[in-house]
């Protein structure tokens, strides 16, 4: 998967549990709860992950359920957010000098990135369960 190039100055990474599926972006960018922070070598180490995501077919029903936001370190706003369809192999990645080419993605899922990818953002639920009781499932 292509990131934008600000990528380079992230700092800290919020993996977030999108709340509504069916509308993640809001005015205020991703909707969802923060569930972790992660810094220094888990922010290298998720980027290199979604940079290893190769390409994929998509299919139609965008219901991501997790999503990024990356942080530098002086601005409270993120750089970039991406929203996650771990079920149709999409991607939108939102943010203020995200180029449109980079705005919708494919990814592969079942790669073995995508599949390390939503290990580690299933782990940041402690009991496996998003907020709310809802399952964390493949989205």
């Not at 999108?18 to 180490?45: H, K, N, Q, Y």
């Not at 080419?101 to 079942?110: G, K, M, P, T, W």
């Amino acid at each position: 998967m292509r990131l934008p190039a600000a990528h380079e100055q992230g700092e800290l990474l919020e993996v977030v549990r999108i709340a509504d599926p069916t509308g993640p972006f809001t005015s205020r960018g991703l909707a969802g709860e923060a569930v972790e922070v992660w810094a220094g070598d888990e922010v290298r180490e998720a980027l290199a992950l979604i940079r290893a995501l190769p390409d994929s077919a998509r299919y139609r029903c965008f219901v991501p359920g997790w999503g990024i936001r990356l942080y530098d370190a002086t601005d409270p706003d993120p750089l970039f957010e991406i929203a996650f369809c771990f079920r149709c192999n999409g991607a939108r990645v939102l943010g203020r000098d995200v180029p449109a080419e980079l705005r919708v993605q494919d990814f592969e899922a079942e790669s073995a990135a995508g599949r390390e990818l939503l290990r580690r953002f299933r782990a940041c639920v402690s009991d496996g369960r998003a907020p709310g009781g809802r399952g964390a499932g493949g989205r």
